[in-house]
């Protein structure tokens, strides 16, 4: 065997490792969802036998009257909305920044990218306190708002929307095409595939948001799934481990379904000019 099979065969058996590793937690998580709280304990990595699963997905949808429909509900709105929004408000803010000249672009441009590397549980404390003045907390705004906000996105709408050639805006502005024409008809539909990534990117980050409903709601009907699925407990306040595998198993369909339908848009890489 010469080195570069060696080579060749290393590298299969380091991928096939990482494939397995991260393929593994969804294994362990669908087996889980088939057993109840006493074969769970046992360790096996296999499927319950009896298996349970039509018992925790009618025990989690049943759960305190349908609880988990309404965090599922809310989870799609805070997620669609504020992807949606916050494309919209960064695609708007890209197409300013590549169309328009103005004092202090250029420190405006540095800020927002020294804003977007501030992590977003810095902010928890500050937006918590916002709230609270505007009287928002435990409200649905208190979630949605901050989503609508993005600063990373903003930066990455800057850097597509640089990608198209100037003699398009001109051409547009020839034939008396105004500024909404040509960012609506001309301009969008030439960065789609970068403002449906940047849609895939907010979506998952809104519907994993965490901590930041966390601290701003209370009211468990206005709880995002990712946060509900944490309170399911029995009435004595002990948790429900295979209830909470089983709705943990359904948190993770709809992006599933979401990346697959988004995929062929996935484009990460960007050129700045």
Partial sequence: MNSASRSNRLVGIILFGLAAFFIFPFYWLTVGITKNVSQLFQKSLLPGVPSHLVDNVRNVFSYQNGVF?????????????????????????????????????KLVFILILAFAMVPGFATTLPL???????????????????????????FMMIAYWNQVSEEVFDAAEIDGAHAWTIYWKIGLPNILPGAITLFLLAFV???????????????????????????????????????TLTASFFTILPLLAVFISLQRYF????YVR
């Fill in 267 to 270: 484009k990460p890489q960007m």
């Fill in 205 to 243: 980050g809104a519907w994993n948001n965490f901590f930041l409903p966390l601290v701003v709601l209370n009211s468990r009907s206005r709880m995002p799934l990712i946060l509900g699925i944490t309170t399911m407990t029995d009435p004595q306040g002990f948790p429900i481990y295979n209830l």
């Fill in 128 to 154: 918590f306190m916002l709230f609270r003045d505007l009287n928002l907390l435990d409200t649905r705004f208190a979630v949605l708002l901050p989503s609508m906000v993005n600063i990373f996105g903003v």
């Fill in 69 to 105: 429909l309404s965090w599922m509900g809310n989870s799609l709105l805070y997620a669609t909305v504020g992807a949606f929004v916050g494309v919209l408000i960064a695609s708007l803010a890209g197409f300013a920044f590549r169309r328009y000249d103005f004092y202090g672009k």
